[in-house]
């Protein structure tokens, strides 16, 4: 214990020999001051004695007169003191204009139920752009060696955009282009496009509109739905009309010799629209259409309020198609990963009570497939998000009869590699075949996510790259091939066209 406390005195008396000495070195270093927080230190004076200098005249300094002023009180509230700062008053304003802009964006996605009649667009106007020429002999007048790829490559490797107006100038609608397409006619050359708020654009393409004495595009602009017009089609031998496809749950009629777009159907669920994704004409008065709840419903036109559904996946549709010779048959390109075929001849109930086709086959991908298209021949090409373009050669499926059995698994007779990232901004990237090419040559057109759009052949093999990297700005997602010519139309987000003739 003793040890102990002799140990505690040394070290006291260490520690205060340590301060007495920091303080003498602080006296020394005259930094007294400094140590006890009262301010700057005094310098000290210079080692050698500076010249002098000769003193300058100084300007006379102005005698500043101190105003007076009522203290206030400094921080203090705007709400308490009454007063509204202005800050307080722009942030009203936002506030008012913010919910104004959502009431006006909520009346835009409001769906217009019967009949619209475009009042906007002269009668004569509508009645020159749907006027077509006799189309009947054009096919005899096409000079086309059948089955001649060489030759086709050839023609496709001289097409170039539309040499009037550049892409950038011919805007066809206000949004991003979800898809696009050509009327069928030879005569005329009529492009069409639906966008991502519900405006059908339509280029007339050999004629121009003058204002200021300037050429500009002949361009018409229709809004037939409130949400995203997903798809339009033509049905069969009626060419002034155009049907088309919405999110907000309805299928119209657009004639354009009337000028009045009509609603024939309009499915809803509990609180939201049944959003279609895609229609096809079986004939002529059979419309198919799938929806993004799985199912795909079959409407005929001459009765639109009998409608029959089939549940055929569980989650959403991209797309369908029907084959052409055999409109029974149908394919569908799923978010579940799956392509499945299905035939409409026979028809059994699901254990939920629910209709479904006949389940014929399927191709289970790896991510989701975007979409799905048989040509007049049978083969079938599909694409998704694995980055890959599958062709599978079924040209006997239009002898199938309702007794066949396919196999349980389909493989793919080509393989091609294409990057189909599209990203949020740009529209889902879809491989469609030419309906009914002259040429007797299936080929089908994609877009490039290097601002290009690649056609290929039935077998794979690429025919050609189209684009123009000076004056094409962004990439053509949205694409078709005209049904006969070999005309390919591409639209971008930005809601422009990029003809190549």
């Given at each position: 214990m003793a040890d102990t406390d002799s140990s505690l005195e040394e070290y006291e008396r260490q520690r205060r020999a340590n301060i007495e000495r920091n303080k003498?070195?602080?006296?020394?270093?005259?930094?007294?001051?400094?140590?006890?927080?009262?301010?700057?230190?005094?310098?000290?004076?210079?080692?050698?004695?500076?010249?002098?200098?000769?003193?300058?005249?100084?300007?006379?300094?102005?005698?500043?007169?101190?105003?007076?002023?009522?203290?206030?009180?400094?921080?203090?509230?705007?709400?308490?003191?009454?007063?509204?700062?202005?800050?307080?008053?722009?942030?009203?304003?936002?506030?008012?204009?913010?919910s104004a802009a959502l009431e006006k964006a909520k009346a835009e996605r409001q769906r217009v139920g019967g009949d619209i009649k475009f009042e906007d667009i002269a009668p004569e106007a509508l009645a020159s752009l749907w006027r077509f020429d006799d189309d009947a002999n054009d096919q005899e007048e096409e000079k086309v060696i059948a089955g001649d790829i060489v030759q086709l490559r050839k023609d496709l490797s001289t097409l170039t955009l539309f040499e009037k107006f550049e892409p950038n100038d011919i805007k066809i609608t206000p949004d991003r282009i979800y898809n696009i397409g050509f009327h069928p006619s030879t005569s005329k050359r009529l492009v069409l496009a639906g966008d991502k708020i519900g405006h059908l654009g339509v280029w007339d393409v050999d004629?121009?509109?003058?204002?200021?004495?300037?050429?500009?595009?002949?361009?018409?602009l229709f809004k037939v739905h409130?949400?995203?017009?997903?798809?339009?089609?033509?049905?069969?031998?009626?060419?002034?009309?155009?049907?088309?496809?919405?999110?907000?749950?309805?299928?119209?009629?657009?004639?354009?010799?009337?000028?009045?777009?009509?609603?024939?159907?309009?499915?809803?669920?509990?609180?939201?629209?049944?959003?279609?994704?895609?229609?096809?004409?079986?004939?002529?008065?059979?419309?198919?259409?799938?929806?993004?709840?799985?199912?795909?419903?079959?409407?005929d036109l001459r009765t639109p309020k009998d409608v029959t559904k089939y549940r055929l996946h569980e989650k959403k549709i991209g797309g369908f198609s029907l084959h052409p010779r055999a409109p029974y048959l149908c394919a569908t390109a799923s978010l579940d990963r799956s392509m499945q075929l299905w035939d409409f001849r026979t028809i059994k109930k699901t254990r939920?009570?629910?209709?479904?086709?006949?389940?014929?086959?399927?191709?289970?991908?790896?991510l989701s497939i975007s979409c799905t298209s048989w040509n007049s021949d049978g083969g079938i090409v599909c694409n998704g998000y694995d980055d890959t373009i599958n062709i599978f050669n079924l040209n006997d499926s239009s002898t199938w009869s309702e007794s066949f059995h396919a196999p349980a698994e389909l493989t793919p007779s080509s393989t091609i590699r294409h990057n189909c990232q599209t990203g949020r901004w740009v529209t889902i990237l879809r491989a469609r075949w030419q309906q009914n090419p002259l040429d007797q040559i299936q080929k089908f057109v994609i877009g490039n996510m290097n601002r290009f759009m690649d056609v290929y052949t039935a077998d794979g093999i690429q025919l050609a790259r189209?684009?123009?990297?000076?004056?094409?700005?962004?990439?053509?997602?949205?694409?078709?091939?005209?049904?006969t010519k070999n005309w390919i139309v591409g639209g971008t987000a930005s809601g422009k066209v990029c003809l190549y003739v």
């Open positions: 003498a070195l602080i006296r020394d270093l005259e930094l007294a001051g400094l140590s006890a927080g009262l301010g700057p230190v005094t310098p000290s004076p210079p080692a050698h004695k500076r010249p002098a200098q000769k003193p300058r005249p100084s300007a006379k300094k102005a005698k500043t007169v101190k105003k007076e002023e009522t203290p206030v009180p400094r921080r203090t509230s705007a709400r308490l003191a009454g007063l509204q700062a202005e800050s307080e008053t722009a942030r009203i304003k936002a506030e008012e204009d913010y004629q121009v509109s003058h204002e200021d004495e300037e050429e500009y595009p002949q361009l018409y409130a949400r995203t017009l997903s798809s339009f089609t033509f049905a069969p031998s009626v060419a002034e009309k155009v049907y088309t496809s919405s999110y907000d749950g309805s299928i119209r009629s657009v004639d354009f010799t009337t000028g009045v777009s009509s609603e024939i159907y309009y499915g809803k669920l509990s609180s939201e629209p049944d959003a279609i994704s895609e229609i096809h004409f079986a004939d002529q008065n059979l419309l198919y259409f799938s929806t993004l709840e799985g199912e795909v419903g079959r409407l939920s009570h629910e209709l479904q086709a006949k389940n014929l086959t399927r191709y289970d991908s790896r189209l684009g123009d990297a000076d004056l094409v700005s962004a990439v053509p997602a949205a694409c078709h091939f005209h049904p």
